[in-house]
């Protein structure tokens, strides 16, 4: 007798129509088992939970491995266990956990069984499993609302693109929150990218053996066709190491050079005689045993600088990096010392005198950041005309602020900048007027404009204000790799009202209406809509006053009075006005019976979806 084939090999690659067929002829017991013994059938090694004694279980792994799956299915298994259970859900921001953690294809609600009641209270950023036990939504970008609440468990989505500066808090901030229980502890999924924060989790998690790791290929249910385009586009190269095998390389973030650019200006030999050495210092700024920077470099007749050893030291004492400082220069025979005087002033003379009497000592104070020493063309005192367009000189963002990551990464550079420029205002800002603006950023000769070199383009992503500056993520073509690859089957309609998909026409389904009373977010307008329920769903654009151009998501109408989803961003004025666009529910009923448009419905309503197991009664 031939051995029972299993189930899942029987669904996977099969057409929606031939999965519903095989799915109608297993019985209800079938269905059931198929679904719930995902751990021992399907999932694969690096999705599979530890079971020794951890406290950090660490998922390194490419983009469409199954990291969200092994997230839902733990935190899952262990509402289950624990009735009295209260988790984290912490992503880079609230959105990211709602949109994949919670309600995504791979979240909490995807893989709930089909017995287990799920409550998902969105309002309140809260989930109630069946068991009873609940899982609370947080941001990295707010650590402060992980100050005070207590958990048995947490999980910690992309931790890698948590926001640089807030994700230390955040994650200490949890850290010291996971007290309940006998064992707290967290799972971290994420795309690896280079940061302190993540390596010191990683060595954590490795100490007790619960690092796992996985490429993109690994996972045979994606489109082949996918994983051959990425193969082909980013294999070998150090963002496809990076996105699609999940390897972890150690580039510092913010560096200016990373070690891929090091690397090209390698030379076995120097080209020329030495004429002048010179050892540089960067003292630490205490006396606890902060690294201190040490470097030999040397000019050649050629005039081409030549670093000839990186000596720098970590750990050491005041008179151990002193003595190292002393041996470095007498090693290379250094005609100067340069050492950096901020930090210390003259403890710092004292200290590397007391190593050796005879050094050639200068000290220097650096009146201007690393970057902008490091980028001394970068900004200019009067306008520029570049290709028929005006650059100012001071458009409001300092080019000393734009801190380099690696550049093919998501967050490809963090710009920062002042708000005291009429260019940049922070109300534009708070009220998304720059979101997705794009930005290109260049060095120049300002004697020959037309000689430029490219540092990075992109666009603005998430951008904070405080105390008169910003702060903002340019997001460049590595963020590509953040899009899905193809659509998601869904119920519901996925293209938008009007847009070149659905091909309704607009023509009188936008409505100009003037504010005749404001309430928090319900407005009273001197219009209502054409037929009940036509503006539900629907947009709503200010025309004029203090949000003039920013647009607002209309949760319902009755009558005349508008209940927007949110607070409008500036204060709402009677005799403001505003554009109502037309909504729609995206069901295929609607299309079809207001519309007339089913044959443009872009979903899938009669495909099977999470109930596909109990959909199809036994044969």
């Known amino acids: 007798m031939s051995d029972p084939i299993d189930p899942l090999t029987q669904l996977i690659g099969r057409t929606p129509e031939e999965q519903a067929w095989i799915l109608s002829r297993m019985t209800m017991p079938e269905k059931r088992e198929l679904r719930e013994r995902w751990f021992d059938a399907h999932a694969l090694g690096g999705q599979k939970w530890p079971e020794h004694d951890w406290r950090i279980w660490l998922i390194l792994a490419g983009r469409g491995f199954g990291k969200t799956r092994a997230g839902s299915e733990w935190l899952s298994e262990m509402a289950r266990r624990m009735p009295d259970g209260r988790f984290a859900l912490v992503g880079g921001t609230a959105d990211d956990v709602r949109r994949v953690m919670i309600e995504g294809a791979a979240g909490l609600l995807a893989v709930g069984r089909d017995d287990e009641a799920i409550v998902w209270r969105r309002d309140r950023g809260e989930i109630e499993f069946a068991s009873g036990a609940k899982a609370f939504v947080y941001s990295a970008g707010a650590p402060e609302s992980l100050r005070g609440p207590e958990h048995h468990l947490a999980w910690c989505d992309e931790l890698a693109k948590w926001r640089h500066g807030a994700a230390k808090v955040a994650w200490d901030n949890l850290q010291m929150g996971l007290r309940l229980g006998e064992r707290p502890r967290v799972l971290v999924t994420t795309t690896p990218r280079p940061g302190g924060l993540l390596r010191a989790i990683e060595r954590e998690a490795g100490a007790s053996g619960s690092v796992m790791r996985g490429r993109t290929r690994d996972n045979p249910h994606l489109p082949q066709s996918f994983v051959a385009a990425m193969l082909g586009e980013y294999g070998g190269t150090r963002l496809g190491r990076q996105e699609l095998d999940g390897e972890l390389i150690d580039d510092v973030p913010g560096a200016l050079w990373t070690r891929a650019r090091l690397e090209t200006c390698r030379v076995k030999r120097r080209r020329s005689r030495i004429v002048r050495v010179v ?334 197991l109990t959909r199809y009664p036994p044969a």
């Not at 997705?436 to 998430?462: Q, S």
């Not at 389904?509 to 036509?534: K, M, N, S």
């Not at 607002?552 to 500036?570: I, K």
């Open 279 to 612: 050892v540089g210092v960067d003292p630490p700024a205490g006396a606890d045993g902060d690294a201190c920077g040490i470097v030999a470099v040397a000019l050649g007749a050629d005039d081409i600088g030549y670093v000839l050893e990186d000596a720098s030291v970590a750990g050491a004492t005041p008179e151990g990096w002193a003595r190292a400082v002393a041996a470095c220069v007498a090693r290379h025979k250094a005609d100067r010392v340069v050492a950096e005087k901020n930090q210390g002033g003259d403890m710092v003379k004292s200290v590397l005198l007391a190593a050796d009497a005879r050094l050639p000592l200068k000290l220097v104070h650096a009146s201007r950041g690393k970057v902008a020493r490091a980028e001394p063309v970068t900004a200019h005192d009067r306008d520029l005309t570049i290709d028929g367009s005006v650059y100012r000189a001071a458009p409001g963002m300092t080019p000393s602020a734009i801190r380099r990551r690696d550049p093919m990464e998501a967050d490809t550079m963090d710009v920062a900048g002042a708000l005291s420029s009429a260019a940049i205002r922070e109300a534009d800002l708070i009220g998304g007027r720059w979101d997705g603006a794009r930005v290109a950023i260049f060095a120049v000769d300002w004697t020959a404009p037309d000689n430029r070199i490219a540092l990075g383009t992109g666009t603005l992503g998430a951008i904070e204000t405080a105390d008169g500056a910003f702060t903002a993520e340019l997001r460049g073509s590595g963020a590509a790799f953040d899009a899905p690859a193809c659509e998601t089957t869904s119920p519901e309609c996925r293209a938008e009202l009007g847009d070149r998909r659905c091909r309704v026409s607009m023509a009188g389904r936008r409505t100009i209406a003037r504010v005749t009373a404001v309430d928090d977010d319900v407005l009273t307008l001197d219009h209502a809509p054409p037929v009940a329920g036509a503006w539900d769903g629907g947009r709503l654009r200010w025309l004029d006053g203090a949000n003039a151009g920013i647009e607002e998501v209309v949760a319902n109408v009755e009558q005349a009075r508008v209940r927007l989803s949110g607070t409008p961003r500036f204060e709402v004025a009677v005799g403001d006005r505003c554009v109502v666009i037309e909504g729609c529910d995206k069901s295929l009923a609607t299309c079809a019976e207001r519309f007339g448009n089913a044959a443009n419905f872009r979903g899938e309503p009669f495909l099977p979806g999470i109930d596909l």
